[in-house]
């Protein structure tokens, strides 16, 4: 089976029916890219850059950003790096900036939270990908983003960094594509609004699944409520997509369900456009995507949510469904 996957490395992302699509990799830092591209990645789909100030005993600087998004992107050889500005609090701390214990840290002070708290440290990361943004194709996207007011004030403080840097390079920015991070249910629920706003959406699974759930993604106890497959879960995720397209707006995926095979034929059915996971499962997907057929997943989207009532439900439909498929 490997070696089948292997002969993918050059193939397109498409499925049967000729419907195009992009399987991107998620990484952590650069020295990812290597292994996403050698997996036959369409790009970048998530750049998870809290690593960069996790490793560091100091806030990384500007040119230290600069030089790691340079990097990066180069790298890709023209191909799209999205990158997702800092994500810490919740489970992932800095040394050189201790923050305050909180009761509820995935409900506490995290993410953009953060960033439009302290807006100097989020000023500095988005100079550097301004500046990086010149040696290839970056897109920058927000995470956590729960309110309108939020999303529009990391515009606000985004636009002035540009047109600061653009006094010296009237160009700098012009090709960046703007997205949010679709992981807290209120922005799920607002969708529509916030497509108006945004280039593309991205849609965190990870925490978009704890959130609507109320259970903590990495407590076993309640692992049995992480279910993606959820009939009720579903059909968020297709008011998000519907959403983001009645604007034009891409919406991506990059939490783990993106690579689950048993979501692939819902999601493509659903009319979700990109799908970033792990490197090690982009030529699985791209080999399971290039066999189904647009219209049959629109079918089977549809049976899945109007008859079954839960998620073993829902896996049984998929998984009888493959077999016949
Ligand atoms: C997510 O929440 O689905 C996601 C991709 O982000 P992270 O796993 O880094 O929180
Ligand atoms: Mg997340």
């Known amino acids: 089976v490997r070696q089948q996957w292997q002969q993918m490395v050059d193939k397109p992302s498409v499925t049967a029916d000729g419907s195009k699509y992009k399987i991107a990799a998620n990484i952590g830092s650069s020295v990812d890219i290597s292994s996403a591209m050698e997996n036959g990645?369409?790009?970048?789909?998530?750049?998870?850059?809290?690593?960069?100030?996790?490793?560091?005993?100091?806030?990384?600087?500007?040119?230290?950003?600069?030089?790691?998004?340079?990097?990066?992107?180069?790298?890709?050889?023209?191909?799209?790096?999205?990158?997702?500005?800092?994500?810490?609090?919740?489970?992932?701390?800095?040394?050189?900036?201790p923050l305050p214990k909180e009761m509820n840290p995935f409900l506490g002070y995290r993410a953009i939270r953060i960033a439009l708290d302290r807006p100097e440290m989020f000023r500095t990361q988005l100079r550097a990908l301004l500046r990086a943004s010149e040696f290839g194709k970056i897109s920058i996207m927000f995470p956590m983003?729960?309110?309108?007011?939020?999303?529009?004030?990391?515009?606000?403080?985004?636009?002035?960094?540009?047109?600061?840097?653009?006094?010296?390079?009237?160009?700098?920015?012009?090709?960046?594509?703007?997205?949010?991070?679709?992981?807290?249910?209120?922005?799920?629920?607002?969708?529509?609004?916030?497509?108006?706003?945004?280039?593309?959406?991205?849609?965190?699974?990870?925490?978009?699944?704890?959130?609507?759930?109320?259970?903590?993604?990495?407590?076993?106890?309640?692992?049995?409520?992480?279910?993606?497959?959820?009939?009720?879960?579903?059909?968020?995720?297709?008011?998000?997509?519907?959403?983001?397209?009645?604007?034009?707006?891409?919406?991506?995926?990059?939490?783990?369900?993106a690579g689950d095979r048993y979501s692939l034929p819902l999601l493509i059915g659903m009319g979700l456009d990109v799908y970033s996971m792990s490197a090690s499962s982009i030529l699985r997907t791209r080999s399971m995507m290039r066999q189904l057929d647009r219209?049959?997943?629109?079918?089977?989207y549809q049976e899945a949510i109007t008859t079954c009532d839960s998620m073993p439900a829902v896996k049984n439909l998929v998984q009888h469904w493959l077999v016949e498929n």
Do not use: W
């Not at 030089?67 to 790096?81: D, M, P, T």
């Not at 219209?295 to 089977?300: D, G, N, R, S």
């Open 295 to 300: 219209k049959k997943c629109q079918e089977l």
């Open 41 to 97: 990645a369409d790009g970048v789909g998530l750049f998870r850059t809290e690593f960069l100030y996790m490793k560091s005993d100091h806030l990384p600087t500007e040119d230290e950003q600069f030089n790691a998004y340079r990097k990066a992107v180069e790298q890709l050889k023209g191909k799209r790096l999205v990158v997702r500005t800092l994500d810490i609090g919740g489970d992932k701390p800095l040394r050189f900036m």
């Open 145 to 257: 983003i729960t309110t309108l007011e939020e999303l529009q004030a990391a515009k606000k403080i985004y636009y002035e960094e540009q047109q600061k840097l653009a006094v010296d390079h009237p160009e700098i920015g012009k090709d960046i594509r703007l997205g949010i991070m679709i992981e807290v249910p209120l922005a799920a629920l607002n969708a529509e609004r916030l497509a108006a706003e945004v280039d593309f959406f991205s849609i965190g699974t990870n925490d978009l699944i704890q959130y609507c759930f109320a259970a903590d993604r990495g407590n076993d106890s309640v692992s049995y409520l992480y279910q993606p497959l959820n009939p009720t879960f579903l059909k968020l995720i297709k008011h998000i997509i519907d959403s983001g397209h009645a604007h034009n707006t891409t919406v991506e995926m990059c939490g783990e369900m």
